[in-house]
């Protein structure tokens, strides 16, 4: 009996990790709620992709709906959801825009590319360097997605891993 109520304990902290997302810094607080930015205009910023591409968040308005992810590759969560994200990309590529942006510490740009190499994701990745655009979506904890409409609003915000995101992503952008 005690085998089972640890190995259910142990379950259930494995899982609220996955649930809640990472932080860097353990001995920051986490902001579990993200702001409500709903029907505000996204924040823009114009950053040069890993393959070396300049991109403008608001260059997409009036063609694509746009999903900006906040990530990193030491985070769990995190790399379980590139391949959902992968899944959704290659399925809506013609309707909307993934631009995944990671805020690993500097000199890790070589183990971002890895990691995307090896994961073979096809989606606009950026190295956030100084943590500037990262700075713009209001977390404290990853991964954070703000999923954004061809006209350039929020319309919805996803904090920590959400194993139904494909279908929830669908349903919010009517995909």
Same mark, same amino acid.
């Given at each position: 009996m005690? *085998?089972?109520?640890s190995?259910?304990?142990?379950?259930?902290?494995i899982a609220?990790i996955?649930i809640?997302?990472?932080t860097k810094?353990?001995?920051?607080?986490?902001n579990r709620?993200?702001i409500?930015?709903s029907?505000r205009?996204a924040?823009d +910023?114009?950053a040069?992709?890993i393959?070396g591409?300049?991109?403008?968040?608001?260059?997409y308005q009036?063609?694509?709906?746009?999903?900006?992810d906040i990530?990193?590759?030491?985070?769990?969560?995190?790399?379980?959801?590139?391949?959902?994200l992968?899944k *959704?990309?290659?399925?809506h590529r013609d309707?909307l825009?993934?631009?995944?942006?990671s805020?690993?510490e500097r000199g890790?740009t070589?183990?971002?590319?890895k990691?995307?190499?090896?994961?073979?994701?096809?989606?606009?990745i950026?190295?956030?360097?100084t943590g500037?655009?990262a700075?713009?979506?209001?977390?404290?904890?990853?991964? +954070?997605?703000?999923?954004?409409?061809?006209?350039?609003?929020?319309?919805?915000?996803?904090?920590?891993?959400n194993m139904n995101?494909?279908s929830?992503i669908?349903?919010?952008l009517?995909?």
């Amino acid at each position: 009996m005690r *085998i089972l109520i640890s190995n259910i304990l142990l379950m259930a902290i494995i899982a609220c990790i996955f649930i809640s997302g990472c932080t860097k810094d353990a001995s920051k607080p986490r902001n579990r709620k993200p702001i409500d930015l709903s029907q505000r205009t996204a924040p823009d +910023f114009t950053a040069q992709t890993i393959d070396g591409k300049t991109i403008t968040l608001s260059d997409y308005q009036g063609s694509k709906a746009v999903i900006v992810d906040i990530w990193a590759t030491w985070c769990g969560p995190c790399q379980m959801e590139m391949p959902l994200l992968q899944k *959704i990309y290659e399925k809506h590529r013609d309707k909307l825009e993934i631009i995944a942006v990671s805020v690993d510490e500097r000199g890790d740009t070589g183990k971002v590319m890895k990691f995307v190499t090896d994961k073979n994701i096809k989606f606009k990745i950026i190295h956030d360097l100084t943590g500037d655009i990262a700075r713009k979506f209001p977390t404290r904890s990853i991964p +954070f997605l703000t999923v954004i409409d061809k006209d350039g609003k929020v319309v919805k915000t996803f904090l920590g891993l959400n194993m139904n995101l494909q279908s929830e992503i669908e349903s919010t952008l009517g995909l």
